[in-house]
Every structure is written in C-alpha cells, then in structure tokens.
C-alpha cells in the first residue's frame, strides 16, 4: 500500500550499513529515501496530486506528507506563505500538540525537529489515513509506517518475532475488521485518529489533538439546519472537486442507487462543475445499475459500468487480502479494487464518493436517541455474531468505555476501522475524498439531534429542500423515491422482505448478492473451499482459534466465509 515507514534507532549513531525495506504496490511509484544520524526514512507513493505530498529536508527540519491537503492554498494566503512544507513547520510552532487542526483533507505526515531532536508523526482528525507503529521499550526503538505491513516488516528486519494478536484474529471472524488500536500483531498498534505520536530521546508519547463529538445538539430551527447544511456540503465539493481543476484533473465519481453518491455528483454539478465520470459496480439489472445509470443519462455525466455478475472478482484472493493489509474481510473492498483497476487514471484526479453519508445522517441510530453502548450496539457493527463471545468482555468493555454513546462508538470502530480501510484500495491508483466526511460539515452533521436524523429524516428533508433534483429517482434502500410518504415506505419494505424470504437467495437482493453467488457459482465455490484446506493448517499452533474459524467456513454464509479466508490469507501473508 502506498505512504511511508520510518526506523528510529534509539542509542545508535547510525542507520546499519545497505539498510533497506521493500514496500509491496502494484502501481508505478514515487520512491525517496533519507538516512538522517539514527533514522531511516522511505516513501513509496502514487503519483497523483504530488505538490500536495511534501517531502523535504532543511537544516531545521525533515517533512513529508502523503495524502490530499484541501486548504493548501487558503491556508498559504491567511499566514502569507508560499512554500508548503514552511506552512507545514509554521503551524507546528504555533502549537506543538495540535497543529494539524487547521489543515482539512486525507493525510498523514512526519515532522522532524532537528533542534529539539524530536519525532512528531501525525494523522488526521478521523484517521482517514491511518499510521501504524511499533515502539520497542527495551530498546527504546520506533518503527511506524501507513501500512501494518511495513511495521511487521520493520519489526523483522529488527530481528523481532511478531505474535500473533489472537484478539485482533477474532475481531476479524467477527466484526470483519479491528476494533481500537489493535492489529494482528501484538506487539503493532493503529495510533487513533486525531493523534500525534511524539518521540524524543527513546520516549514516546501519544497526544490526541482532536476528538468528534455528538453533543450538544444544533440548537436551530429545522429551516436554519438544512440551510447550514446545504452551505458546509457545498464548501465541501467545491474543496474536493477544486483540487481536481488545481491539477488539471477530470472529474470521477462513484455513483448508485443511494443517496450519498448522487448528492455529492448533484452538488458538484450545482456548484458548477462538468465533465464528470460516474462509476457504478453492481449485480447487472439491479437498482444500483438502473438507478445509477438514468441520472447519469439526465445529468449529462459520462457512465461506465462493471458487472459484479457471479462474484468472480471473490477469486482473486491474495491480491485482495494485500491490497487492505488483511485487517478487514476482504469482500469488503474487493468489489471496489475489481472496479478502479479496470480504469486508466492518468487524466483523473480524486476518487469522489459519499462515503458514510447516509451513516452520519442518521442510519447508525437505531432509535431516535442516543443510546448507551449495550449488546444491540455490538451486534449491529457484527458482520458476524457467531464468534462474539470469543472476544474477551473486558476488551470490549474497555473499548466502550471510550464512548459517551452508541453512535460515536459505531463511527469511531466501524466507520473508520471498516469502512476507511476498504476505502484504502483506492491508493493504489489515487486519493479518495467524502464531502460527508469534510470536517466541517461533518462535526455539524452529526450533532444534529438523533431525532431529527432518524430514519434518515433531515436528510430526505434536506435533498427534498436543496436537490429537488436527487430526489425523484428511486432509492435503493426502499425501492421507492425520497419523497415518498413513510408509510408507503414501511408497505413496501414489508412486501420486499416477504418477497425475499419466499424466493431465497436471488440476484435481485444485492448489487452484491454474495449467498446466491456462492450457491450458483461452483468454481467460486471450489476456491474457497480448497484455499481454506490449503491454509488452515496455518493455525495448528493456535488450536482453539482453528477449531472456530472451521466452525465459522462451515457453518456460516458467504460473508462469515470470506472472513475466515481473509484471516488465512493474512497470516500467510504476514507469515505468523
């Protein structure tokens, strides 16, 4: 995956001689390297939006970044400065401890302080770009990277025996993905979002700069918050779909039948925007495709369309296991990679998506308050429930605790341990941005009180207020438009699961009907199969763990199988 690693070694004066770490892409690269007394730093990075992604050594300091930096140029103007990376450094000693507060957009970064002889290694507010780390108390060594394979790789080099976390093995069987700051390895850690991780003379601190908060409710008239709301999006998109035209960039979007995807294209046209490509993947003929592809039609965006059609793209299992680092169930993402690598990137910019929209807006809640974090809270961010009492309860007590509530814990281990890191294939190719996901609009969104986003509510409001024009297409979510009365909507669900529940497993579920592909597809189903009696011994010496992780691809649907095979995949990978 592409970013950057670094190696601290702490008491030593010198990097070892040829001292060197492969960084797996399967895209051309931009490849730096720099050795500075007892560190050794590298970045592998893809070759888009490069102006953005700093990387430059001065006498007082070392800086690079990966990612996408929204406000460069607004931030540039409002401290008079022409240079990005003495942007970067100005903000850094005007607070330490919380410097990247200002900055908005996808991004990671490292700051060296020659001086102070101090390491600051850096997020942003909701870990959109994730850094991993290892830091050895002992020895006092740090070693921290974007991808979790370039830690364990780091680790090894070091000549370190990674563990395997047995935890983090059964957030996978279960949730799908890693909850908190934990991995595969036990000994490797996710830094938080919204945290910088300091080091200095063998220490290392951890400070959170920032922290999203559902509370206090919007205080405003209805009227008033959809009008805000409209105005934070259309901030958004224009930061988004600007830095497209700052490249020379076309436009791309994904687009189906829900809601988000069609708001962010919608808005980038009202904003004024043109010549956008839409991309959808889907079941053929499902609502996604024919939704999708009528308001491409009537917005006059070019269309291209990639039939899931049998779950073939499933097959390609190593390859999708790698590209999201085996830390969330590979048929999560795999969908999405099979489609962007069919494209050729070099005329577009961005990746624009409405990732999470519909969740900010409402769809975590389960009732239109919020909740204390209780057994319904876990279950509903399961992708499985089969294995959840193989979590130890004071780990996920623990986790709990972090959160005043069930939404902010479902956005913090869902949202950004899931979704985020499926999102993380895009990087091969390009960045990806969210207007949902704008930090703005984000923070006002989301303490719009839970009543008024129940059910989505607002939103439909909103689109029905501000994009008349988003609303009259069909959503995917009720088989009916956004206008429609809540009780058509409550009819017609009953009578599409009814309907569900008569035929079985069908195409028409899903733009991924994964149990019908499985019991239609006998070469999918030959492949998992054989891949889970090639790998399970990998598991002989964790007995237990082998013996439900059988129990899970035996027993359980499509989906719980692909978690089981992508834990086999990664231990293979990672070789544990």
Not at 100 to 106: A, D, T
Not at 145 to 166: C, H, R, T, W, Y
Not at 277 to 295: G, L, P, T, V
Not at 338 to 355: A, E
């Amino acid at each position: 995956m592409p970013g950057f690693m670094g190696i601290v070694f702490n008491g030593k004066n010198h990097v070892p001689n040829n001292f060197d770490i492969q960084i797996f892409s399967i895209t051309p690269r931009i490849e730096n390297m720099m050795i500075i007394n007892n560190f050794w730093f590298k970045r592998s990075i893809n070759k888009k939006f490069l102006n953005d992604k700093i990387f430059i050594d001065t006498l007082n300091y070392f800086i690079s970044t990966d990612g996408i930096l929204l406000n460069l140029i607004s931030l540039k103007e409002k401290y008079k400065i022409k240079d990005n990376s003495d942007l970067i450094w100005h903000l850094y000693n005007q607070n330490n401890s919380s410097f990247p507060l200002e900055l908005r957009g996808n991004f990671s970064g490292v700051i060296y302080d020659k001086k102070k002889e101090k390491w600051i290694i850096f997020n942003d507010h909701i870990a959109s770009k994730p850094i991993f780390y290892y830091f050895n108390e002992i020895t006092g060594d740090l070693i921290f990277g974007s991808e979790f394979q370039m830690v364990l790789n780091g680790m090894k080099a070091l000549g370190q025996k990674p563990i395997l976390d047995k935890i983090g093995a059964y957030f996978l069987l279960s949730f799908g993905y890693m909850l908190d700051k934990y991995t595969l390895v036990k000994q490797i850690k996710r830094l938080p979002p919204g945290s910088i991780l300091q080091y200095q003379e063998g220490r290392m601190d951890i400070i959170n700069y920032y922290q999203l908060s559902n509370t206090p409710y919007i205080d405003l008239p209805k009227e008033k918050i959809i009008e805000e709301l409209h105005r934070r999006f259309e901030i958004a998109v224009k930061a988004e779909y600007d830095k497209d035209l700052e490249y020379g960039y076309r436009h791309i979007a994904t687009l189906s039948g829900g809601l988000d995807s069609r708001m962010n294209i919608c808005y980038g046209k009202k904003t004024g925007y043109s010549n956008i490509m839409a991309i959808c993947f889907s079941q053929s003929n499902y609502y996604d495709e024919k939704i999708a592809k009528q308001i491409a039609s009537d917005w006059e965006c070019q269309f291209l369309f990639s039939s899931l059609d049998h779950g073939n793209f499933l097959k390609e299992i190593d390859t999708h296991v790698k590209v999201n680092d085996g830390l969330t169930f590979y048929a999560g993402s795999a969908h999405l990679f099979s489609m962007i690598s069919l494209i050729d990137w070099t005329s577009f910019g961005l990746l624009h998506t409405g990732q999470i929209g519909d969740l900010v807006l409402g769809s975590y809640l389960v009732e239109p308050n919020h909740r204390t974090i209780d057994e319904k809270t876990i279950r509903k961010i399961a992708t499985s429930t089969k294995l959840l009492n193989r979590v130890p309860k004071e780990i996920i007590s623990k986790i709990k605790g972090k959160y005043s509530n069930d939404e902010l814990f479902a956005f913090y281990e869902r949202c950004i341990n899931g979704v985020f890191n499926g999102y993380r294939v895009t990087e091969q190719f390009t960045e990806y941005s969210s207007p949902f996901l704008y930090i703005d609009f984000l923070e006002f969104a989301i303490k719009i009180h839970p009543n008024e986003r129940y059910k989505e509510k607002i939103y439909r409001e909103w689109i029905q207020s501000k994009a008349s024009e988003a609303a009259q297409y069909c959503w995917e979510k009720t088989g009916l438009p956004v206008t429609s009365a809540d009780f058509t909507v409550t009819i017609f669900q009953i009578i599409r699961l009814f309907m569900r529940k008569i035929r079985g497993p069908s195409p028409k579920d899903s733009m991924n009907p994964f149990d019908y592909w499985l019991i239609t597809n006998s070469g999918l189903r030959k492949i998992f199969h054989e891949y889970f009696q090639s790998n399970i011994s990998l598991l002989d010496s964790n007995p237990e763990l082998k013996e439900d992780a059988r129990f899970l691809f035996e027993e359980g649907n499509s989906l719980e199988k692909t978690q089981v095979i992508t834990l086999l995949a990664a231990i293979k990978m990672h070789k544990l």
